[in-house]
C-alpha cells in the first residue's frame, strides 16, 4: 500500500495553493515541485481539491476492490450517507443501490444506522459529564491532526470509533467474520485511517471514494438506465442519514443544542477548525465539547465529484432522509439498536507528536534579512507563498519546507536583478558583435592583402634566380619558390604538383642539408654562404632568422650553373680583389709609416750635428 496523497511533478507549476491549505506543514518546495511528506500528511485532501492543475492525487483502491468482488467470498459496501448528496444525477436512491449491486457487492448497507449506534455514546458523554470536554472522533483529519500537531489534546478526543468501523462491526457480526467490507465514502483519510482497524472486528478490506465509484461504474457501462430499483441491506438507520452535514451526528438522538444551553460547539471548514481547536487549548476560553468537520461536511469532502453545490447537495441529503424515515419500521429499528448496542464501539488514540521545532527569532531576522525583508514594512504577508505572513514563511523556511523561491516579492526582486543583468549582457553582446563585425570586415579587408600580398611575393620569389625556401621550427615547408623545387629535381617537382609550394613538406625528406636551418633555429645565428654537397652539384646555402626560434629562411644556389658560376667567380675575383687591396694599403701604410720614421731620426741626427759645431763642439 503506498502513500496516500502523492505529487505529479510534471504537472505543479507551483502556485502554492497546495501549500496554503494544508494545515499540518505536510507540503515542502524542494525539487521545482510541491512533495508530499507522508508522515505529517493527515489526509484531509484539501490540495487534491484545490490544485487547479490537477497535480496531486489521492491512492485509488479500484483495482483492490475489482480484486475482492471477483473472489468468492462475500463482500459488503458501507454507503456513506453523502452518497445521495453525490449522486444528484440519480432520480431514485434505490437505483445507486442497485447500481453498487451490479458491481459485484454480495451486501449494500448504509452507514446511517451506525451513527445513530454511536450518537447514543455521544449522548452519554455530554449527559453524564465530569468535567473533562471531548472532541468528536467521527471525522479522519480531526483525530489524525490532534494526534500529531496537538498532541497534548489526545486524551480530549471521543475514545469511540467513526460510524464506518461501527458499522463494519454490525455487518461481521449479523453476515459473518469472514465478510468482505468496503467503505463508499467522501473522505480521503479513512484509506489509512482503517490501518487501526485491521485486526479488530471492524477490519475495513477496502476504501472507495465516490468519484473512485464513479470510475468503476463507467469501467463497467453501469448507468441508473441499466438497473433495477434495490433497497439498502438492513438494519437500517434514521436521523443517522444527515451525518454528513453538521448538527446531523446529534440530531440523530434528538440533541438540539441552542445558543444558551448548549453545551457542544459543533463547526466546520479548515479555517474554524483550526481557530476552535486553539482556542480549545486555552485555559477557561472555550468551555465547550467540540463537534469538528475539516471539511464544509462530508458533502464537500475531497473524495465528491468536484463543482458540486454545497447547499444542493445539503438539501438532497435532507429529502433523502426524510423519504427513508418514512419508509424505517420504527420497531425494527429499535430492536437492531438494542441488539448491537452491545457491541464495543471503543477506540483509543497515539500521541505521535511530529510538531517542528520552532526557530528563535533571530534565526527568523536573519531569513527575512537575507531576503531582503528586514524592515516590516517590507513584510507585506500578501500569502501568496502559501503562509499568511512573511515571519511564518521565514519559519517554514528553517523548518525545511519552503525555498526564497516560493516567495513573490523576493522572487520579483530577483527577476529584475536577473532582466538588469541580461540587458546589461544584451548591451554588451550588442556591442561585441558591432566589434565582431567591423572585425570580420577588417579580417577580410587584411586577408585580402595578405593574399595579394603572398601572390606578389610568391610571384617575386618565383622571379629569383636562387632557390628560395622557408620553414617552420619542425622544419615544414611553410614557402618555397619555384627554383627551389627545379634545384631539388624531379622526386620535388612530382610533390609540387599535388601541393603547390611544397607547402606542409618536411624540410627532412628533401634535402640532407637541413641541419643548417636547425642550427639557426635554435640558435638564433644566421650561417651565410656556407657550400654544401648536393647530389652531383654544390648548393651554397645561407639560412636567416624571420622569427626567432620559429620560422627561418634559405637561399640556396647551385655553383655548378653557368649563371651561377659566372657570378660567383666575379664576385669571388671581387672578394680576391678587395681582399689584395686592403692588403696593399696595409703594406702601404706600414712601409708609411716606416720611411715617416726614418726621417723623422736622420732630421733628428742632423738637427743634432748642426747643434754641436755652433757650440764648438767636434772642431
Known amino acids: 500500500m503506498g502513500q496516500l496523497i502523492v505529487s505529479d511533478k510534471d504537472k505543479c507549476n507551483l502556485s502554492f495553493t497546495c501549500v496554503r491549505v494544508c494545515p499540518a506543514k505536510a507540503i515542502k518546495i524542494a525539487d521545482k515541485h510541491a512533495q508530499i511528506i507522508a508522515d505529517r500528511c493527515i489526509g484531509c485532501g ?6 487547479a492543475q490537477g497535480a496531486i492525487n489521492y491512492r485509488s483502491d479500484i483495482e483492490n476492490v475489482e480484486d475482492l468482488v471477483s473472489t468468492n467470498s462475500k463482500v459488503a459496501a458501507i454507503c456513506d450517507p453523502a452518497i445521495s448528496g453525490e449522486f444528484t444525477d440519480v432520480a431514485d436512491y434505490r437505483k445507486f443501490v442497485a447500481m453498487i449491486r451490479e458491481v459485484g457487492f454480495d451486501i449494500v448497507t448504509e452507514m446511517s444506522f451506525a451513527v445513530d449506534l454511536i450518537a447514543y455514546k455521544y449522548k452519554d458523554l455530554v449527559e453524564n459529564f465530569q468535567g473533562k470536554h471531548f472532541i468528536t472522533t467521527k471525522c479522519p483529519p480531526v483525530t489524525s491532526y490532534i494526534e500529531r500537531q496537538e498532541p497534548e489534546l489526545v486524551d480530549n478526543l471521543a475514545p469511540i470509533v467513526p460510524p464506518y468501523i461501527a458499522m463494519s462491526k454490525v455487518i461481521h457480526k449479523r453476515y459473518g467474520e469472514d465478510v468482505k467490507v468496503v467503505y463508499l465514502t467522501a473522505c480521503t483519510a479513512a484509506k489509512d485511517e482503517v490501518k487501526q482497524f485491521y485486526h479488530t472486528d471492524g477490519h475495513v478490506d477496502g476504501v472507495l471514494t465516490f468519484v473512485e465509484l464513479r470510475k468503476l461504474f463507467a469501467k463497467r457501462s453501469i448507468t441508473e438506465n441499466t438497473v433495477e430499483f434495490s433497497e439498502f441491506d438492513p438494519p437500517l438507520g434514521r436521523k443517522g442519514g444527515l451525518f454528513p452535514i453538521s448538527h446531523g451526528l446529534f440530531q440523530s438522538v434528538d440533541i438540539n443544542q441552542g445558543l444558551l444551553e448548549g453545551d457542544i460547539l459543533i463547526t466546520e471548514g479548515r479555517t474554524n477548525f ?6 480549545f487549548k486555552s485555559e477557561n476560553q472555550l468551555s465547550q465539547h467540540l463537534d469538528l468537520f ?5 458533502i464537500q469532502g475531497p473524495g465528491m465529484s468536484q463543482g458540486g453545490k454545497k447547499f444542493t447537495r445539503r438539501s438532497q441529503v435532507i429529502k433523502y432522509v426524510n423519504k427513508r424515515m418514512k419508509a424505517i419500521d420504527a420497531y425494527q429499528w429499535r430492536l437492531d439498536i438494542v441488539e448491537f448496542k452491545s457491541l464495543d464501539l471503543s477506540r483509543s488514540f497515539k500521541a505521535k507528536n511530529l510538531r517542528l521545532p520552532v526557530p528563535t527569532k533571530a534565526e527568523v531576522d536573519v531569513v527575512l534579512a537575507d531576503m531582503g525583508k528586514s524592515k516590516c514594512e517590507d513584510q ?4 501568496a507563498c ?3 505572513s512573511c ?3 521565514a519559519v517554514a523556511h528553517l523548518q525545511g519546507l519552503t525555498d526564497y523561491e516560493q516567495c513573490y516579492t523576493y522572487s520579483i526582486k530577483k527577476l529584475r536583478s536577473y532582466v538588469s543583468k541580461v540587458n546589461a549582457s544584451n548591451e554588451k553582446y550588442k556591442k561585441t558583435q558591432e566589434a565582431l563585425v567591423k572585425s570580420e570586415e577588417k579580417a577580410r579587408v587584411e586577408e585580402a592583402l595578405a593574399i595579394e600580398a603572398s601572390k606578389t611575393t610568391t610571384a617575386m620569389l618565383n622571379k629569383l634566380r636562387a632557390g628560395v625556401v622557408i620553414v617552420d621550427k619542425r622544419l615544414n615547408v611553410l614557402e618555397a619558390n619555384q627554383r627551389f623545387i627545379e634545384m631539388l629535381g624531379d622526386d620535388a617537382r612530382e610533390i609540387a604538383e599535388v601541393v603547390p609550394g611544397l607547402k606542409g613538406a618536411e624540410l627532412k625528406s628533401l634535402v640532407d642539408f637541413h641541419k643548417v636551418f636547425s642550427t639557426v633555429l635554435q640558435s638564433g645565428q644566421d650561417v651565410l654562404d656556407r657550400d654544401v654537397d648536393y647530389a652531383d652539384s654544390i648548393f651554397n646555402v645561407s639560412v636567416f632568422t624571420i622569427k626567432s626560434n620559429e620560422v627561418v629562411g634559405g637561399i640556396i644556389r647551385d655553383l655548378i650553373t653557368p649563371e651561377v658560376r659566372k657570378e660567383e667567380v666575379i664576385k669571388r ?6 681582399e689584395n687591396l686592403e692588403t696593399v694599403q696595409q703594406i702601404a701604410f706600414l712601409l708609411g709609416e716606416s720611411a715617416s720614421k726614418t726621417e723623422k731620426t736622420l732630421n733628428s741626427i742632423i738637427e743634432a750635428q748642426q747643434l754641436g759645431e755652433a757650440n764648438g763642439i767636434g772642431k
Open 46 to 51: 484539501q490540495c487534491v481539491t484545490m490544485c
Open 274 to 279: 483550526l481557530q476552535s481547536i486553539k482556542e
Open 294 to 298: 475539516y471539511c464544509k461536511g462530508c
Open 380 to 383: 507585506l504577508g500578501c500569502g
Open 386 to 388: 502559501g503562509y499568511p
Open 391 to 393: 515571519e511564518e514563511f
Open 573 to 578: 675575383a671581387r672578394d680576391v680583389i678587395k
